[in-house]
């Protein structure tokens, strides 16, 4: 499993950081600066049996029109 963030490592939140420990210790490869848009910069022609993105991540779990605005899509 491979877990990303858009932002680069140095300016992810202090909570994010713990969450991306908790998953590396879970042996969940996680990686930082990552753009979606353009994943074989990343990954090359590596095939991955399933793609879930999660955004738009608006930092707030605040309702709005009584949704969480970062549930997956």
Known sequence: MVATTFEPERKVSVVARFNAKRRRDLGVSVLHGIDATV???????????????????VASRKPVHGETPTMFL
């Open 39 to 57: 994943l074989s910069d990343h990954f090359g022609r590596t095939r991955f049996g399933l793609i879930a993105f999660q955004f738009p991540n």
